[in-house]
């Protein structure tokens, strides 16, 4: 009787999606886009983790509308021309065995800043009027989301009306480019978020005031994006389960709501947490290994809904013990998969599970198990010498 692969490696259906492993590569902005287009950068970015072995493969924020970009180079799927550039990115990873999710986000008040090697600052509000696609941020209240940003243009029915349209309009693109999954935004102090916390939502009619109020606007996305997206692909929405704020967004509100997303079609729900503001970058849930495995475990039970963790998970055994231990369905990496794209196929090999090769890229492969016999010997030869070095 063969021995049953470590839960890492063990399969995972979600309506007609099987992913082959629990590995997913989390959404990280790239600012590479042109006009919001895909380009070569994307290609290599996201099809090396195809290649290292991760069985889904998140997209950055990509944007719904040009005025809920992050940063002016952000992916964008707000028109057509998006779709085919994005396209030959969904057909390289299918064409290794991997699965693609694209991240539909409208950034709201935290719209336009400068990439994170540019410092991360707030654009002025010339510099945004200035760009190719002129933009303003929007949020449900005139509250700016820290020093330096501009407060944001109370939306009014008509504009909440609009931006959940384009959500729509967004993913039937989605669905037209290829990919395998949808997830849905709604944290980070962006658009839904900014909707969500009663820090940044003071509006006192039917899209703000008590939970429910609040909740609506995550809630009307997820319905009519489940409703345009095909019924047999998965849908995941990424919280923050807590948002970082005093008296804010809390773990039990999350539940709450990933409970309604559930009901509503939701597959899974990503959990990370903060930053409603930019104050929140300093977080008061200390940063150590794993240290948002608890908002998953805690949505995972409460909520009866398959969860994905997300935050300093670094290595396999780490990640085998939170799926064994029933905190998390999926695993998501972001900076350890670019300190090693090929993170999926190093932990196989750490726990035991594809000592030939097999599972790497053929072309990949078959070198690496040409060389592990010459290998083995040469190591236990060095070690030999260590043990008894010549006079």
């Given at each position: ?7 890492l ?5 979600l ?8 590995i997913?590569?989390?959404p990280m902005?790239?600012h ?5 287009r895909?380009?070569?950068?994307h290609m ?8 290292g072995?991760?069985?889904?493969i ?6 719904v509308d040009?005025?809920?970009r ?6 964008g ?5 998006q779709?085919?550039?994005l396209?030959?990115v969904v057909d ?8 693609i ?7 709201g008040?935290?719209s336009g800043?400068?990439p ?6 707030a ?6 009027q200035?760009?190719a696609?002129?933009?303003q941020?929007l ?9 330096g940003w ?9 504009e ?5 349209q384009?959500f ?5 693109r989605a669905?037209?480019a290829?990919?395998?999954v949808?997830?849905l935004?709604?944290?980070?102090g ?5 909707f969500l916390?009663?820090?940044s939502n003071?509006?006192k009619?039917e ?8 909740m ?6 997820a319905?009519?994006?489940r409703d345009a997206?095909p019924?047999g ?10 948002d ?8 039990d509100?999350s539940v709450v ?6 009901q509503l079609?939701v597959?899974?729900?990503?959990c ?6 930019e104050?929140t970058r300093?977080?008061?849930v200390?940063r150590?290994?794993?240290?948002q495995?608890?908002f998953?475990e805690?949505?995972?039970h409460?909520a009866n809904v398959p969860?994905?963790a997300?935050?300093?998970?670094v290595?396999a055994s780490?990640?085998?013990a939170?799926?064994q231990?029933g905190?998390a ?9 670019l ?6 196929h ?7 599970v594809?000592p030939?090769?097999?599972r790497w890229?053929v ?10 016999p010459?290998?083995?010997?040469a190591?236990?030869?060095a ?5 008894s070095p010549s006079n």
């Open positions: 009787m063969t021995t049953p692969d470590p839960l490696f063990q399969p995972l259906k309506r007609d999606l099987e992913l082959k492993n629990r997913v590569i989390s902005c790239q590479a886009a042109e006009a919001g895909a380009t070569p950068w290599v970015h996201l099809g090396k983790f195809a290649l072995g991760a069985a889904l998140l997209t950055e924020s990509t944007a040009p005025r809920g992050i940063g002016t180079a952000d992916l799927l707000w028109d057509d021309s779709i085919e550039p396209k030959s390289f990873v299918h064409a290794n065995d991997g699965a999710g694209v991240q539909l986000a409208h950034a008040r935290k800043s400068q994170l090697w540019e410092g991360g600052a654009l002025t509000d010339e510099v945004m200035s760009d696609e002129p933009w941020r949020g449900p209240s005139a509250l700016a989301a820290g020093p501009s407060a944001p243009r109370a939306m009014n029915a008509q909440i009306e609009e931006v959940i384009r729509v309009d967004a993913t039937v669905d037209k290829g990919f395998d949808v997830e935004h709604f944290g980070h962006y658009l839904v978020a900014s916390s009663p820090n003071h509006r009619d899209w703000g005031g008590d939970l429910n109020g609040r609506r606007l995550a809630l009307e996305v319905s009519r994006v997206w019924a692909k998965p849908l995941f929405a990424r919280l923050s389960a807590v970082g704020s005093v008296d804010g967004w809390s773990l509100d709501l990933a409970r309604e997303l559930a079609g597959d899974v729900i990503d990370s947490s903060g930053g409603l503001t104050e300093a977080l008061p200390p150590g290994l794993g240290f495995v608890p998953s805690r949505i995972r409460d969860t994905q997300v935050g300093m998970i290595d780490q990640a085998e939170v799926l231990e905190k369905d999926l695993i998501a990496l972001g900076r350890e998969a300190f090693d794209p090929y993170w999926a190093h932990a196989a090999t750490t726990l035991g594809d030939k090769y097999q890229p072309r990949h492969g078959v070198w690496l198990a040409k060389r592990a010459g290998l083995a010997r190591r236990a030869q070690a030999e010498q260590l043990v």
